[in-house]
């Protein structure tokens, strides 16, 4: 079993819709969770990062992390076709950031 | 945000040749800057470490010989791919680590494509 599992897609949905995206983990010691978006053949780029479990709300992004499932989230309310990029979960134990483990990606695409 | 370069965002070589890519953190300065590959469809995957004055630190299975890095001043780091061959064919990323170790914020480049013929 990998360490971090996520979907890959593609993931296509209208615009205004509510985008859910999640990935699931086997290490319980994972203490950082973040999300990245990364558009084609660019760099990524940190969205949201929490700390241990609980929600995080920012703008139209809400991150949920629920450590006894081993289940991360990221939740995209009015999907914009401005969105439409390939989301990275990652996450870390404590320490150093070198050890940041990235999901696949899973790719969304917001039909206008 | 802060600022990370990279260079070239795209190059082709022929096998044999060897191809140089530079991360630069335009607006802050970088101890420990990252180095990773991804592959299609796949994750980016850490290659090393680069902490500036002293040598990389680099992940299990990677060459150390084949993917020089070299991280001389607080801004720059670079990655050569010494004698490259079709299977090196990959989007190689940097990223910049702004602040402490364990607190501070990775800041990623732009990726460089390398297609090696």
């Known amino acids: 079993q990998k360490e971090v599992e996520q979907d890959p897609g593609p993931l296509s949905v209208p615009e205004g819709a509510i985008v859910s995206l999640n990935c699931t983990y086997s290490n319980s010691a994972f203490q950082y969770f973040m999300w990245y978006r990364q558009y084609s053949r660019k760099g990524p780029e940190l969205l949201m990062y929490?700390?241990?479990?609980g929600n995080k709300e920012d703008g139209r992004f809400t991150a949920q992390v629920d450590k006894s499932s081993k289940y991360i989230s990221l939740f995209i309310r009015d999907s914009q076709p401005s969105d439409s990029a390939t989301y990275l979960c990652a996450m870390r134990l404590g320490g150093s950031q070198g050890n940041l483990i990235f999901g696949k990606g899973t790719k969304l695409s917001v039909k206008p | 945000g802060a600022v990370v370069s990279q260079h070239p965002s795209r190059v082709i070589c022929k096998s044999g040749t060897s191809v140089k890519i530079e991360c630069r953190s335009l607006d802050f300065q970088a101890t420990t800057m990252f180095w990773y590959r991804q592959f299609p469809k796949q994750s980016l995957m850490l290659m090393a470490t680069s902490n500036e004055g002293s040598k990389a630190t680099y992940e299990q299975g990677v060459e150390k010989d084949k993917f020089l890095i070299n991280h001389a001043s607080l801004t720059l780091s670079t990655l050569t791919v010494t004698s490259a061959h079709p299977e090196d064919s990959s989007f190689y990323i940097c990223?910049?680590?702004?602040?402490?170790?364990?607190?501070?914020?990775?800041?990623f480049g732009e990726g460089s494509r390398l297609t090696v013929l």
């Open positions: 990223s910049a680590l702004k602040g402490p170790m364990n607190t501070g914020e990775l800041f």
């Open positions: 929490t700390y241990s479990s």
